[in-house]
């Protein structure tokens, strides 16, 4: 393979080429072949005649096709991106991500990825970014790797003497014609690529194409829903021992135990006091921390917002996607969009941790993004936003609360902190304080897309308890009983299940598309893109969903009575899970009939311990019971899992398609998986 670098080389090599015949223009080609011949002396060497015009092939036998290469340009490295474009070839992201997690055993594709981003872990985008090798602007980039190639009824052993103009010069190789051709494109200007081939005697054959490549800037904004909640890039390793839990309130909780005290998986690594009665520091738990590409808002390459902006960038070969994300988990029109808000959870670093005392607010963000980009690149412009808001407007995890807490003083003291709400409180949210932001949020999105609000696209929540057929998952206590306090209630769990299919979910649709009586300046440029068609794939796959091809470990290991713990407090110690099966052999990343994580698979996959909580729902240390119900009901509980984030992005691609004018990517289906291997 042969590479053409963009840099202009050096005026002395440049002439030094062009004396040779390596490196002439074709002007100058022309002024050789014009040239009179020179007279012959007796005996001289007769002159080389001039080469024969180059014939242009205009029946399509012979082609140039090229791409552009690691193109989904948050990633640094190349493999990376191939890998995901692999993945995707004719299948859906959905069917792309089963693959993905059956190929890497449940361990997740991201694992590996996560520390070879262009944003830090501190969400902090990286200017510039080296990626493969290469120093680039990430927001403004000035060219793009683009490799070339000819395609068709090519002759056997014919070679291809390449040149590239971009209006500054033409770059030249010769090369076997098999072989590809790599160079970089000047973005925001066309290359004329041109390839002359010859063999044997005869002419040389022309071909001639233009190579344009578009550099589409997107930004992803909203709520734990849009930042992948649920699904960290590097799922917490578990311990097969225990860990003990108090709780303070003082709830008894099986054989043996003490004063409100019981056992759960611990963290793989973690060899501090696993005991209640041997406290350790925070700081030390939380080197064992499940890690995610931004902490402080649970950012997660799952996300549907990811995997739509990856899915444009690897079914479409001709573009680049420069994408921005900035969705931050417990985020609110008020809070976390426009205001700052408080952060999640810390990172790790080298040394320890790092806590940052508040998120700024996403358009402050994007805002700051689009004004640097325009400053270097007038011409820049913001292409699309992909956009998930409303439900902590509203209180859902309230709603999440008063479904799954069911112990009679949990319930009192959460209700009196507000951990816990009601159906009442968020419908009065509902009517009064989300279509006011909404409509503030609008007119704010609207400068940003230079009042293209088509551009915006409005990707809806799906009801996370639906069993099958759009009945309500019956309740119980199977898939929370990781904590004593948790049951979902069947009759307020039906009553929220109600709330969002009829009320709540119209509501999100009228106030995107400036229907249903809402208030719009301009009702038909200020409708936003809305995308609701993965509501009715979801409807078979809620939190209770269960099926025979489900990982062993779930089968074996997760009851659907709701008794996957060992009660006996000595033997939970060292083996807390009832069926015997250590905890590590748990999978987050396994096909499962459920697309919604459950409170059980939120403590194995992620086991938050969440740090910016309001004093009051604070945990007092590592072993409070407490922060097993805030970390279930802020921590990942109730959304959507890799497989739900997919499906979501199955939806959001096609309309960004549409927006960017983009052809559908032909012949993408959806294949049958294979059962998931034994762990």
């Known amino acids: ?175 076997d014609c098999a072989e590809p051709i790599n160079f970089r494109a000047r973005y925001g200007k066309p290359t004329v690529a041109t390839v002359d081939v010859t063999s044997g005697a005869d002419a040389p054959l022309r071909v001639t194409t233009e190579i344009v490549v578009r550099d589409f800037f997107i930004a992803g904004l909203g709520d734990s829903i849009a930042s992948g909640e649920g699904n960290p890039d590097r799922p917490i390793g578990l311990s097969d021992e225990g860990f003990c839990y108090r709780s303070y309130l003082g709830i008894g909780t099986g054989i043996g135990a003490g004063p409100g005290q019981f056992y759960r998986p611990s963290r793989a690594g973690y060899k501090g006091g696993r005991a209640c009665e041997a406290p350790d520091t925070l700081a030390n738990w939380q080197r064992y921390s499940a890690t995610w590409f931004n902490a402080a808002c649970h950012r997660s390459l799952y996300s549907y917002q990811t995997r739509s902006a990856l899915a444009l960038a690897a079914r479409h070969p001709h573009i680049a996607v420069t994408y921005l994300p900035l969705a931050c988990t417990g985020a609110t029109i008020a809070d976390g969009l426009f205001g700052s808000q408080r952060p999640r959870e ?103 897309v230079d009042g293209d609000m088509s551009r915006v696209i409005y990707v809806t929540y799906a009801n996370p308890a639906l069993a099958s057929r759009g009945v309500p ?82 089968r074996a290991c997760f009851s659907p009575r709701g008794d996957s713990f060992t009660s006996d407090i000595v033997e939970a110690a060292n083996s807390p899970m009832a069926c015997g099966v250590g905890a590590s052999k748990f999978r987050a990343y396994l096909p499962r009939a459920r697309w919604i994580r459950d409170a059980n698979d939120s403590y194995f996959a992620a086991m938050t311990f969440p740090q910016g909580l309001p004093a009051a729902i604070q945990p007092a240390d590592i072993h409070d019971a407490t922060w097993g119900v805030v970390s279930a009901v802020y921590g990942g509980a109730v959304h959507p899992s890799a497989e739900g984030h997919a499906a979501m992005a199955d939806a959001a691609v096609p309309a960004a398609e549409a927006v960017l004018s983009l052809e559908s990517a032909p012949d993408v289906t959806s294949a049958p998986l294979p059962p998931p291997a034994a762990q």
């Not at 890998?83 to 859906?92: D, F, S, V, W």
């Not at 011409?379 to 407007?393: F, H, P």
């Not at 794939?537 to 489900?550: K, M, Q």
């Open 1 to 175: 393979m042969i590479t053409v670098p963009l840099l202009r080389r050096p005026a002395v090599l440049v002439a030094l080429a062009t004396a040779l015949g390596v490196l002439a223009s074709p002007a100058a080609r022309a002024q050789t072949q014009l040239a009179p011949p020179p007279a012959v002396q007796p005996g001289a060497a007769q002159p080389i005649a001039p080469p024969v015009a180059a014939i242009p092939v205009t029946d399509g036998s012979m082609q140039i096709v090229w791409e552009v290469r690691n193109r989904f340009r948050l990633f640094r490295e190349e493999r990376d991106f191939r890998e995901q474009a692999e993945a995707l070839r004719g299948l859906t992201v959905l069917a792309s991500e089963q693959t993905l997690g059956l190929q890497s055993e449940g361990r997740g594709w991201a694992r590996n990825v996560v520390n070879r981003l262009c944003i830090d872990l501190t969400g902090r985008v990286s200017e510039p970014c080296t990626r493969d090798g290469v120093k680039e602007s990430y927001l403004t980039p000035t060219e793009h790797p683009v490799t070339v190639r000819l395609a068709g009824a090519i002759p056997v052993g014919a070679i291809c003497a390449w040149t590239f103009d971009d209006g500054d010069g033409p770059r030249n190789a010769t090369q």
């Open 346 to 448: 810390c990172y790790r670093t080298k040394s320890g941790t790092n806590c940052p005392g508040s998120v700024n607010g996403q358009l402050t963000e994007l805002r700051e993004a689009v004004a640097a980009a325009r400053k270097r690149q007038p011409q820049r412009t913001l292409d699309l936003v992909l956009l998930s808001v409303g439900a902590n407007d509203i209180n859902f995890s309230g709603l999440v609360a008063d479904v799954i807490v069911d112990s009679p003083t949990e319930r009192g003291i959460f209700r009196r902190s507000g951990v816990i709400g009601s159906i009442e409180e968020s419908r009065s949210a509902l009517a009064r304080t989300l279509p006011q932001s909404f409509s503030k949020m609008r007119e704010t999105l609207k400068g940003l």
């Open 473 to 554: 998952c019956p309740g119980g206590r199977g898939g929370f009983d990781v904590h004593p306090s948790f049951n979902a209630d069947p009759n307020r769990l039906a009553a929220v299940a109600s709330f969002v299919d009829n009320e709540f979910l119209p509501r999100l649709k009228d106030l995107a598309q400036c229907t249903g009586g809402v208030l719009c300046r301009n009702p038909s440029a200020d409708a936003m893109t809305f995308v609701d068609a993965h509501q009715r794939t979801f409807a078979n796959h809620g939190f209770c969903a269960r099926a025979e091809t489900d990982p062993e470990f779930d």
